[in-house]
């Protein structure tokens, strides 16, 4: 070993244990909460509202009757009035983006609009009457998200219900989606280590999920889903597609299949057979995304139909050939060892077959060790010389 890998081993070292010693009040606050919602659940305190609880009906007797339904979960009713006020009329040039739901809007409340919530920028979406969705995704967001609370998943601060308008009020994420993160052009390249607290904050929010009194599936897993904190922050979003997965003795759902091209388990799209391990292989699929830096469905790739699916898989537990699949922006700065954990992990979990993939709890504990494994990077050779007039001449 040379002399130069020691001192940046040693340095590494150093810095891993400082951190050890000196954990923010942010990650302090967020380990105290997963573990009081862990608490919940073991308990048995909380008594989820399921989907099937509810009346799927859009009359205004319903929704007072789910507004009842849902008093203890904290949740906003808010006019349309207010969201009109808060993202300025719904201005195009307050416009985040748009997904199947509809547009979505950052807006900004103060004490004047509303008392009794404290000064914050949100994020409004609004339902697209013309859209692929409608008022039982909307009442499914609210079902979930006004219920289920976690660090990993995105806060649903309220909703609106007037006419034929259905609104969703949300925290807002500076960073916006995973995908808009790592797939932007002329951008720097995200860092391993950002990845790989993205990779474990997301398997976080599913192993959650799966693991409540009663289990939810996702079913819409994908890159566009993960919304990024100010701090990289992973939280899932969007549960329209959501599912109450099986109960007693039933092994699985049964139910349409839906959700996004590339990122759905084969057994569900061949069956409509849905359980928690579908949601194992969409996250599987997000993970080779994340290794790679290509999208599920690439232009550029050309074998077996363009699928990174197809492409990568292979090639994910040879350390030679994964080290040509590894993301090219990232030039080399990544800890082989574990990349090639994290390689094996994304190969397990996209077995084609639904039993042998490893449960997110299992994901968690595999991807945890692995957040401070930046000891030894594979770095690019700098020749440094000096030339005749004695300056320094880089090749």
Known sequence: MSSSTKKTTWKSMMLILSCCNCKSEFNLEMEEEEESEKKKLKQGSFQRLCLSDVSNSSSSQAIEDLSVSLAGSKLYAFTLEELREATNNFSWSNMLGEGGFGPVYKGFF???????????????????????????????????????????????????????????????MPRGSLENQLFRRYSAAMPWSTRMKIALGAAKGLAFLHGADKPVIYRDFKASNILLDSDFTAKLSDFGLAKDGPEGEDTHVTTRIMGTHGYAAPEYIMTGHLTTKSDVYSYGVVLLELITGKRVV?????????????????????????????????????PMKGAMKVASLAYRCLCHHPNPRPTMSDVVKTLEPLQDFDDIFLRPFVYVATNQNGNIDTR
């Open 298 to 334: 690439d232009k550029s790739l050309t074998n077996r139909g363009k699928s990174l699916v197809g492409w990568a898989r292979p090639m994910l537990r040879d350390s030679k050939k994964l080290k040509q699949i590894i993301d090219k922006k990232l030039e080399g700065q990544f």
């Open 110 to 172: 103060d004490d004047k609009l509303r008392h009794d919530l404290k000064p914050q920028t949100v994020a409004v979406k609004r339902l697209d009457l013309e859209g692929l969705q409608g008022h039982k995704e909307w009442l499914a967001e609210i079902i979930f998200l006004g219920q289920l609370r976690h660090p990993h998943l995105v806060k649903l601060i309220g909703y609106c219900y007037e006419d034929e308008n259905r609104l969703l009020v949300y925290e807002y």
